[in-house]
């Protein structure tokens, strides 16, 4: 089971109910949400980059502590270090997608080399992969689904019964995220770069080839690194302009099958790491924020389809309360009932001597209606 799609189809099974209830005069409840910590503290991880569950006791985490990768598995009942053999070292585990619980992929890099492997339900093997390290961004984008692995980078790579099949890309751009519905229907999102002076790409892949959608409407500067898809006709592109005179501004668009429209509204002061489709139609979005005055906490936002809503998160028992601490980079469903997970890392406050130390976060929500 792959609970991505479960959340897909639940999405679409609540437009058309939202349609009916329409019809009827009656409107759905908003979403809302409780955030809980799973892992803080001292853990295998330092920080967390990717998550992807198959169901709601079965997930992985991937990331880095103390200059070394690290994958943690989630057994329904806590984390821990991912006990199968066959991993090779690398400095960080950048991304990880999980079709199946005898599926699942991750990308990492050492030095200026990298690693692809994959999970059969018993160990991990390293896969031969293709193109160059991405030196500009190492964090390479995966994502999987029954019969396709995608990958990104400075260029898009499709891998099916053991053949790699490469799309080249214009220069300086860079593909930062990716998002597939299925082996015939993905898309990708980055950036000609540099950002002053580049501007957004967005590809669709039809199961064949990449075909350029017309450009995303945000903010010159905006760096867009970050795409989920719901369906063919909704898709989500969001990313931040960063200004040193101000906190970041985020740009979140929506493309609706034809044309994309802005859809970022109140959302504000956010570096734009997480996006996710809620399941209901709308979106959950998250990274680190800067709002001023400072706060430290964690926070999330969500949008409905019509507004959006921000939402705190927990708070690390041993987090710090004064500055901006906490950072999410990704988030991911963790059951077919609208429960996601987040995984990123804070820090603790400063000692006597002006240190402190970074832990590995992971947040799970559990959902409820709003009153």
């Known amino acids: 089971m792959q609970i991505r799609h479960l959340v897909r189809g639940a ?3 609540l437009a058309l109910a939202s349609t009916l209830l329409a019809a009827g005069g009656a409107t759905a409840a908003p979403m809302s949400s409780n955030w809980e910590i799973s892992l803080s503290g001292e853990s295998p991880a330092g920080s967390l980059r990717s998550v992807s569950a198959v169901d709601d006791d079965l997930a992985w985490a991937v990331g880095s502590k ?3 990768g690290v994958i943690v598995r989630w057994d329904g009942t806590r984390w821990s270090k991912d006990p199968a053999p066959g991993l090779p070292d690398v400095w960080e585990w950048s991304s990880v997608t999980a079709v199946a619980a005898d599926d699942v992929w991750a990308y990492g890099t050492v030095r200026r080399d990298q690693r692809l492997v994959h999970f059969d339900g018993t160990r991990w093997t390293t896969v031969p992969t293709v193109g160059p390290v991405d030196d500009s961004f190492p964090e390479v984008p995966l994502d999987a689904v029954p019969g396709r692995l995608f990958k990104g980078g400075d260029a898009l790579y499709t891998y099916a019964d053991g053949a790699w099949q490469t799309f080249a890309l214009p220069e300086q751009v860079h593909i930062r995220d990716i998002d597939a519905l299925s082996a015939d229907d993905a898309y990708a999102t980055g950036m000609r770069y540099p950002v002053d002076g580049g501007h957004p790409v967005t590809y669709h892949w039809d199961g064949t080839t990449w ?5 995303v409407p945000v903010r010159a500067g905006t760096d867009t690194a970050k795409i989920a898809a719901e369906s063919t006709d909704s898709v989500y592109v969001a990313g931040w302009a960063d200004d040193d005179a101000r906190p970041p501004i985020p740009s979140v668009a929506h493309w609706n099958g034809a044309e994309w429209r802005d859809v970022t509204g ?6 734009v790491y997480a996006i996710a489709p809620d399941g209901r139609g709308g979106l959950w979005v998250t990274g680190s924020d800067q709002t001023e005055p400072t706060s430290s906490g964690p926070v999330f936002w969500h ?3 019509t507004a959006w809503t921000e939402q705190d998160g927990a708070m690390a028992p041993d987090g710090d309360a004064r500055w901006p601490s906490y950072t999410f980079y990704d988030l991911a469903p963790a059951d077919d009932a609208g429960s996601f997970w987040a ?3 804070y820090t603790t406050p400063l000692d006597p001597r002006g240190d402190q130390d970074v832990h590995g976060l992971i947040e799970r929500s559990t959902p409820s209606p709003a009153s």
């Open 211 to 215: 075909t350029l959608l017309e450009e």
């Open 11 to 13: 999405a679409a099974s």
């Open 66 to 68: 103390d200059g070394q």
């Open 303 to 305: 949008y409905d389809g």
């Open 266 to 271: 109140d959302l504000s002061a956010l570096y």
């Open 343 to 345: 995984v990123g890392h």
